[in-house]
T-cell receptor, first 113, second 112 residues
Framework: AQSVAQPEDQVNVAEGNPLTVKCTYS??????LFWYVQYPNRGLQFLLK??????LVKGSYGFEAEFNKSQTSFHLKKPSALVSDSALYFC???????????FGAGTILRVKS | EAQVTQNPRYLITVTGKKLTVTCSQN?????MSWYRQDPGLGLRQIYY???????DKGDVPEGYKVSRKEKRNFPLILESPSPNQTSLYFC???????????FGPGTRLTVL
């Protein structure tokens, strides 16, 4: 069975500091991994994905994520946080050729000025 | 503009009154799915459809029905809504071989 864990309900960061939002996953087989962001009263926006190849994936708004197969992790990072990055972030996993996208519970990111 | 649309965006209803939430995509995607979002649980898949007339249950299908008569539309039907179906609902779509799902804006449903 597929599962995703986002161990932190909330991450607080000062503006200008680096941020990390953690995600670990469990699948049987090779994974596709995704990060989505949800701003208040908005739908989910796609940020980035890992399919294959380079373990460091770059996405929208300056975000990046590193796929670590041995640790089954896909942490979201940004070198310098902005107040406008404050939102709810979801990690998701899908098995290659699978039909189901499984989401983590979400992590609230709060960036304070 | 490529998009997934949902209607209505907000709905307050009463227990037992049948309702339908519509979902439409203009990207010619084969795969469509419905999710519900609840605090602390993330998004959970309700139903999905691989193509016209092909649907299957997700993780939380109880109390919901779907149909896929046309490629672009994938309505979610609640025959007899109950308060535990109060949630935020998202429709999503992708191509059959695609890796990324694109989400609609969400429908906030309250069942009293």
């Amino acid at each position: 069975a597929q599962s995703v864990a986002q161990p932190e309900d909330q991450v607080n960061v000062a503006e200008g500091n680096p941020l990390t939002v953690k995600c670990t996953y469990s699948v049987s087989g090779n994974p596709y991994l995704f990060w989505y962001v949800q701003y208040p009263n908005r739908g989910l926006q796609f940020l980035l994905k890992y399919i294959t190849g380079d373990n460091l994936v770059k996405g929208s708004y300056g975000f990046e994520a590193e796929f670590n197969k041995s640790q089954t992790s896909f942490h979201l990072k940004k070198p310098s946080a902005l107040v406008s990055d404050s939102a709810l972030y979801f990690c998701a996993v899908r098995v290659v050729y699978g039909n189901k996208l499984v989401f983590g519970a979400g992590t609230i990111l709060r960036v304070k000025s | 503009e490529a998009q997934v649309t949902q209607n209505p965006r907000y709905l307050i209803t009463v227990t037992g009154k049948k309702l339908t939430v519509t979902c439409s995509q203009n990207m010619n995607h084969e795969y469509m799915s419905w999710y519900r979002q609840d605090p602390g649980l993330g998004l959970r898949q309700i139903y999905y459809s691989m193509n016209v007339e092909v649907t299957d249950k997700g993780d939380v299908p109880e109390g919901y029905k779907v149909s896929r008569k046309e490629k672009r539309n994938f309505p979610l039907i609640l025959e007899s809504p109950s308060p535990n179906q109060t949630s935020l609902y998202f429709c999503a779509s992708r191509t059959s071989g695609g890796r990324t799902q694109y989400f609609g804006p969400g429908t906030r449903l309250t069942v009293l």
